[in-house]
């Protein structure tokens, strides 16, 4: 079974910068695609970025909203995946949930990814 936990979520202001990490668990992380999404109230859950972490060296693939201002990385030893955010904007408010996909590729959508974690909240204040 695998559970995802993520954490580092809060209150910046804009500007500012904040890591979500995500922990994973059940299966070594080099097994799957890694996703991050955000959900604000009343609005479809978006795309923010991936990595494939079976691609060795992938740099990450991105929402073009985010480009340049978030970076994926992850650490196989302590089986986790991170979201650095900088820049972060009001926009950028939203529960921040990581997801986990066994089919290796560049997954996009909600319905690329099978396992999710139960969400970080993120709120950037102008």
């Known amino acids: 079974q695998v559970q995802l936990v993520e954490s580092g979520g809060g209150l910046v202001q804009a500007g500012g910068s904040l890591r979500l990490s995500c922990a994973v668990s059940g299966r070594g992380l080099s097994n799957y695609v890694m996703g991050w999404f955000r959900q604000d109230s009343g609005k479809e859950r978006e795309f923010v970025g991936g990595i494939v972490i079976p691609w060795s060296g992938s740099p990450g693939f991105y929402a073009d909203s985010v480009k340049g201002r978030f970076t994926i990385s992850r650490d196989n030893v302590k089986n986790t995946v991170y979201l650095q955010m900088t820049s972060l904007k009001p926009e950028d408010t939203a529960v921040y949930y990581c997801?986990?996909?066994?089919?290796?590729?560049?997954?996009?959508?909600?319905?690329?990814?099978?396992?999710w974690g139960q969400g970080t909240q993120v709120t950037v204040s102008s």
């Open positions: 997801a986990a996909s066994l089919t290796i590729r560049a997954g996009r959508t909600p319905r690329d990814y099978g396992y």
